[in-house]
């Protein structure tokens, strides 16, 4: 099966190699593109260097290939997925990864070690309200610190030689131009997007599990594979 995945071309490098094992083909379409806010990324890695947080949570492996060259010192690291941990530990920096996919699990995670502590959020200028919520009910102090944007590219994601597309977030099917066809095999990373796409009137015929290997193992389970 050919697969449209919606990426920021930043993150795409490992997808092929992942749809392959799968027995897939894939490229990579981008509703999205980052724009860095290097002076942000600076500042927050210098102060984590000052020793100002108790711990940072990386959400997504971009964030984490900003701000790991730069850091000098670190707190507790904490990633989203194996993806986001690779990267970090490509700059020599140790990491826990959360048992799931999502980031409404850092704080069941943490448990009590969250009390009285400083919790460094660097990520999109997407707020994550339920994650702030929950740190701040845990008695932690989040600290989100927008270290880059996420621009819609506006132009029609080309699906014609697809046989599925993947949508990766609610934001990336909320700014995505394309076409849909009856014979589109609609796909949700996870089931956040996946939300988003039956509000919309689209609802995703497979659902993943938050990653993208998960996600290609349900298209499997799907197909009778």
């Not at 981008?30 to 020793?51: G, H, T």
């Not at 941990?85 to 990864?97: H, I, K, P, Q």
């Not at 400083?118 to 919520?133: C, F, S, Y």
């Not at 609610?170 to 956040?192: C, H, K, N, Q, Y």
Request: aromatic share 8%.
């Amino acid at each position: 099966m050919k697969i449209a995945i919606t990426r920021l071309e930043e993150k795409a490098a490992d997808d092929s190699r992942i749809c392959a094992r799968c027995g897939h083909e894939c490229y990579t379409v981008s509703p999205l593109k980052a724009e860095v806010r290097i002076e942000r990324v600076r500042e927050f890695a210098a102060s984590v260097n000052r020793e100002e947080y108790d711990c940072i949570f990386f959400a997504s492996a971009l964030p984490a290939g900003l701000i790991a060259p730069l850091l000098e010192r670190q707190p507790r690291v904490i990633a989203i997925g194996p993806k986001t941990a690779e990267t970090l530990e490509r700059y020599g920096v140790d990491s826990e990864v959360l048992p799931s996919y999502y980031s409404r699990e850092f704080v069941p995670y943490c448990g009590d070690w969250l009390k009285g502590r400083k919790i460094g959020l660097p990520r999109a200028d997407v707020p994550d309200r339920g994650l702030i919520r929950a740190i701040t009910g845990a008695g932690g102090e989040p600290h989100e610190v927008r270290v880059y944007s996420l621009v819609p590219t506006q132009r029609v994601l080309d699906l014609d030689g697809a046989d599925a597309v993947i949508f990766t977030s609610a934001m990336s099917f909320r700014e995505a131009v394309w076409t849909p066809r009856p014979d589109l095999l609609l796909v949700a990373i996870g089931e956040v997007t996946a939300e988003v796409m039956r509000e919309r009137g689209f609802p995703p015929a497979v659902v993943g599990d938050g990653s993208l290997a998960g996600t290609l193992a349900a298209i499997n389970r799907y197909q009778g594979v």
